[in-house]
């Protein structure tokens, strides 16, 4: 359960009363019963394989996302995601390197995805000596190399161990889909992300960060066996939840590692995890790529 939904289930509690399970089980409830363009996941009974949804244009799929579901996929995106990163010089110096991280449980137990070259950058910069990566801002703390389940050989994603005891200190939403591994999108469908470009951290303490969180929603513009590939469109853009559009050429390192979602339309709208991002940016040609999330096992390992 995330953050939010446990401030909903309190606030039902402190309004009637009722103990935490009860109220749980009636914010379980109104969720089930969302209206018709809802964000919310299709229960796993009704969920299809292929992403069979009614084919919209691509100019209703734009119109859709400039709706209210814009601002939710953004806040739904960013549930997800935790930074990963090192230090690379002094505490309270503020040099250090990051990406973006997530957490799926396919079946067989929880792991953690992020992008095969921050798994490298991390190995790399502390090779022949020890050293930790921190998730989040909670004291989750480990040496990524001891914690590798696999890194793609051709694929840029890697998968690492975490302890149950870890995500409950982060408070984790973790990805988890009824069948695995998940369908791909077809090209011209919503597809949304959020993660942690390094450009938006900031060292408000000598041991405090605040995290500055990147999110965007649009189209999947190509789709083959390598990669989905995300452009923006600024004919298109707009703002959401009231945040300033990034300006053109907007440098998005440390989104790697993030995951990418399809939203699926069927009498509701919901969403699947599809891509892990591992390049984007550019002035002419404004995009991020994915690696196909099919990739991924269920255990962890990965198909190259």
Request: proline share 6%.
């Amino acid at each position: 359960m995330g953050t939010n939904q446990k401030k909903v289930v309190r606030a039902r509690m402190e309004k009637t009363g009722e103990t935490w399970q009860t109220a749980k089980r009636h914010v379980d409830a109104q969720k089930r019963a969302l209206p018709p363009f809802a964000v919310a996941p299709l229960p796993a009974a009704e969920q299809p394989r292929a992403m069979a949804s009614p084919r919209r244009t691509k100019e209703e799929a734009i119109a859709l996302a400039k709706g209210p579901l814009g601002g939710e996929v953004y806040r739904l995106s960013a549930s997800y995601i935790e930074p990963i990163f090192w230090l690379t010089g002094p505490v309270g110096t503020g040099l250090m390197r990051n990406g973006t991280t997530f957490f799926v449980d396919a079946g067989k137990g929880p792991f953690g995805v992020t992008a095969g070259h921050v798994f490298d950058g991390f190995r790399d910069y502390f090779e022949g000596r020890d050293g930790v990566c921190e998730v989040g801002m909670h004291g989750v703390k480990f040496d990524l190399r001891e914690r590798l389940i696999a890194r793609g050989r051709n694929v840029d994603i890697a998968t690492y161990r975490i302890e149950k005891a870890e995500l409950a200190r982060l408070d984790a939403t973790i990805v988890q889909e009824p069948s695995w591994p998940p369908a791909r999108p077809r090209e011209d469908r919503g597809v949304f992300y959020a993660g942690y470009p390094g450009r938006e951290r900031k060292l408000v303490g000598p041991r405090k960060i605040e995290w500055g969180v990147y999110g965007a929603s649009g189209m999947s513009t190509a789709v083959n066996e390598e990669s989905i590939v995300c452009q923006m469109e600024r004919e298109n853009a707009l703002q959401v939840l009231g945040l300033p559009l990034p300006e053109e050429g907007y440098d998005v390192g440390g989104l790697s590692g993030a995951p990418m979602f399809a939203s699926v339309e069927s009498n509701i709208v919901y969403w699947r995890l599809v891509g892990v991002i591992y390049s984007g940016g550019g002035v002419m040609f404004e995009h991020v790529r994915a690696a196909h999330a099919d990739r991924i096992r269920a255990d962890g390992a990965i198909v190259d």
